[in-house]
């Protein structure tokens, strides 16, 4: 067997594999978006929309995420616009969470501070 006849097949194992493993963690997560989160959706606390350029949307989902710990808190960022959709997941452990949330609140301050 030549390298070239090899390189299908061995594409189509990596491949297979991938889609495996992607599939094992949406049943395990619980959704597909559980999946990109890699951890379980407990529930979803709220969202705001945000401002963008004029033809695209964007919001901020949060979440609160299951078991592993280190994953307690789930950003959903989502942008939409004419022809395109964008999700984008971020994961925070609860100390990472309570930085944002402080990070937040100081920014919200300094908006008429200058």
């Known amino acids: 067997m030549s390298l070239e006849n090899a390189f299908p097949i061995l594409f189509a194992v990596v491949f297979a594999g991938v889609a495996l493993t992607f599939i094992v963690k949406i049943f395990k997560h619980g959704g597909f978006k559980a999946a990109l989160f890699g ?18 949307s964007i919001v901020l989902k949060v979440h609160s995420l299951g078991d592993p710990p280190e994953k307690a808190v789930g ?5 939409k616009s004419f022809a395109s959709y964008n999700m984008m997941p971020v994961t925070l452990s609860a100390s990472q969470a309570s ?14 501070a200058t």
């Open 99 to 112: 930085e944002l949330a402080k990070l937040l609140e100081s920014a919200k301050y300094d908006v008429g």
């Open 75 to 79: 950003l959903e960022v989502v942008t």
């Open 39 to 56: 951890a379980s959706i407990r529930r979803t606390v709220g969202e705001v929309a945000g401002g963008g350029p004029k033809m695209m």
